[in-house]
Nanobody, 124 residues
């Protein structure tokens, strides 16, 4: 059974940092990409970042230079380090597993296993 569990969310002030983690079980990193998405109230779920089967990472424009996705050493875990957080980063953050082609990494429907989400709140 595939399971993804996010952790590490919380409340920070603008300019602060958070490190989200996604514990993955039931699948292998060699066969799947793991992506991060977020959804703010009243908005659609949007792509944040992804690390693919070859450990290459891709980012949404708003995440470039501030966020970094990585795999844990010897762990079945993917991390999302978020620095210089802004109030507009406030959202529920989800990790998801799938096998999207490069041109489709930003589309949520390309991922077929999702975590329950973790809340990130950034105050000004």
């Amino acid at each position: 059974q595939v399971q993804l569990v996010e952790s590490g969310g919380g409340s920070v002030q603008a300019g602060g940092s958070l490190r989200l983690s996604c514990a993955v079980s039931g699948i292998t990193f060699s066969g799947h990409a793991v992506g991060w998405f977020r959804q703010a109230p009243g908005k659609e779920r949007e792509f944040v970042a992804v690390i693919n089967r070859s450990s290459y990472s891709y980012y949404a424009d708003f995440a470039k230079g501030r966020f970094a996705v990585s795999r844990g050493n010897g762990e079945n875990t993917v991390h999302l380090q978020m620095d210089t957080l802004k109030p507009e980063d406030t959202a529920v953050y989800y990790c998801a597993a799938g096998r999207p082609v490069l041109s489709a990494i930003r589309y949520p429907n390309m991922y077929y296993n999702w975590g329950q989400g973790t809340q990130v709140t950034v105050s000004s």
